[in-house]
């Protein structure tokens, strides 16, 4: 039919910055993704341009720049800013926290997405889901964890949140980029580091220095990065470039997910192949972690408000998933595993 | 700034018809999702009419009405069309095949959508995923499956190319619609029937009437619906309306197995309460249908030259997948499965 004479959208140019180098193509890719689809489906007329970290705005000062209106939006992991409120932390994974299938059934059919709406409102951001890792692996050590006390005095490379329960076990988190952490194993300033998963781990070489490689990585079971986008910024969108940011987002969503799960296999050989020593973190420390992991969260709903009201309902979504997932899910995926294919 | 004088996008009306009666929020809801969101990103002039079975096309006539153009799109399950080509069942689930997130793994970043577009062309579709259920349960059997025998000889209604490992087992697959089976189950004239899971199946009321509920269901381990649309309605899409199509599928598709996570373990919870008894199948049938399934597809890749290209892919995506997931997503999934949470 002939187009009818109707208002042609405006034309909007937007900066995006992200908390990932252009080296990590899976996270730093999602951004690229969602900047992709929006050019696409405007024809050009919402145009996003993704800056890695530094350009503009420092890796870990995403919160402020949308905040602040600097960028109009940003790509990052939430739990980066949980020195500014432990909540951020549930935005991304907390130790023991929802899987990623999990944590995208509560952010979009749960309370998750409405309860992170409220708490962004007084950062003047909007979130969406911008793609999970998966379940990530427990880090590289250059000697093996045996026991609990192989923790104990253990200085560690390990994300802010995830090292306050570690400190508790008695090992002590070190801050430190991931430019220099090979560094730092190598020469044994510190004795483990924590990254991603095989695909990103790979490219910065870890197994040369330490090659024993624990799972289960209990602090991230499913790590979510999310779209913030500044809160005026966004309303001031038409109603068809609104609907377009959430579902570019949402194909960002999936297709990093789909990414870490179709090359991390590939990456695992070959770094098995290269001498990495595959081994499960023992009970104990496991159930070390868990402890004090929960009494972290009960000292945090005793104390923080905002932690409180969405860790009441992430408990308890969390609660019934994992009482769900142990039947068909669990029973099928653990039959495939010990299946001869 | 001022809008530029160019051209707005065309008006389309489309037609989509569905595998799935409105009773099924979570399926049907999924096709409403999508229309949904191409309505909001154009601004209402890309509107998607949603109909369900019967209204314009049988519900299992999705591929000839799309394929002939009878209906711009469908939302369907591949596999209801195996007794086209085995072919499609990869499309959805096979015995023993690959979860959910493997599933969408495989399709966005490995072959699959590559390897499935190439297929459907034959029928003039292009394919887009468009949901997933996750690990399906295993039916409500009248009586108990304690050995390998108790499935000779019975009668289950179950879905066509799962059906055809069931007889391999001994069994006798029935197709029965889904309004019907309560009423079959009642009377004994089928012993056993599968559906979907908890949140789907209450609504039809089996416990009442067989209240045995096995897991997993080893042939949909993560059942994926998909759009398919008529390649010369997509062709005649301008650029920005194609890729509206793309990111409103893949919201549809993140949302839908969303809704099933979130929903499910409520209802699995209401349903036990009911008074199902939850069980496991043993692990004799288990090995007897996997053994078949793996006997199946031995000799599809033998006969069949479209089956064998794409299993081929497949089968080894597989293969690494379950290598991969075994370490720290199911180690993550086991512990909190078993944790006092």
């Known amino acids: 039919g002939v187009a009818p004479a109707v208002q042609a959208q405006a034309t909007i140019r937007w900066r995006l910055t992200s908390s990932f180098p252009k080296s990590l193509d899976t996270i730093h890719g999602a951004a690229d ?3 992709k689809k929006l ?3 405007s024809g050009g007329k919402f145009s996003v341009t993704v800056h890695a970290p530094g350009e503009l705005v420092p890796a870990l000062g995403v919160v402020d720049a949308v905040q602040q209106g600097t960028v109009e939006a940003g790509h990052t992991c939430p ?3 949980a020195g500014k409120d432990a909540t951020f932390a549930m935005g991304t994974a907390i130790p023991f926290g929802l899987n990623s299938r999990q944590l995208t059934a509560w952010y979009y059919d749960g309370n998750g997405l409405k309860l992170f709406r409220e708490f962004y409102d007084q950062y ?3 979130n969406f889901p911008g793609g999970n890792t998966g379940a990530q692996m427990g880090g590289w050590y250059r000697k093996e964890i ?5 923790i104990k005095g253990l200085k560690m490379r390990i994300g802010g949140f ?5 400190t508790r076990m008695g090992g002590v988190p070190q801050s ?6 090979y560094q730092a194993l190598e020469k044994g300033t510190i004795d483990a580091a924590e990254w991603i998963g095989p695909y990103d781990d790979e490219k910065l070489g870890f197994q040369k220095v330490a ?3 624990y799972y289960p990585g209990w602090w991230e079971g499913g790590a979510q990065v999310d779209f913030y986008i500044n809160k005026a910024a966004f309303n001031a969108l038409s109603p068809e470039y609104k609907a377009m940011v959430e579902t570019a987002a949402s194909h960002a969503h999936v297709t990093m997910q789909a990414m870490y799960d179709a090359r991390n296999p590939a990456a695992l050989k070959r770094l098995v192949a290269a001498g990495a020593k595959v081994l499960p973190f023992p009970k104990a420390v496991m159930d070390s972690a868990f402890k004090h992991s929960m009494d972290l969260y009960k000292e945090l709903t005793d104390s923080n408000p905002h932690w409180k009201k969405i860790y009441t309902d992430y408990s308890n979504f969390r609660k019934d998933q994992n009482l769900w997932f142990r039947f068909t899910d669990a029973q099928f995926d653990r039959y495939m595993q010990s299946a001869k294919l």
């Open 33 to 35: 993704v969602f900047a």
């Open 39 to 41: 050019n696409e489906m």
């Open 79 to 81: 739990y980066y800013y």
């Open 124 to 126: 003047s951001i909007i």
């Open 146 to 150: 045996k026991t609990l006390d192989d």
């Open 162 to 166: 995830a090292g306050s329960v570690l």
């Open 176 to 181: 430190i980029p991931g430019g220099e952490i």
């Open 211 to 213: 090659k024993n490689y």
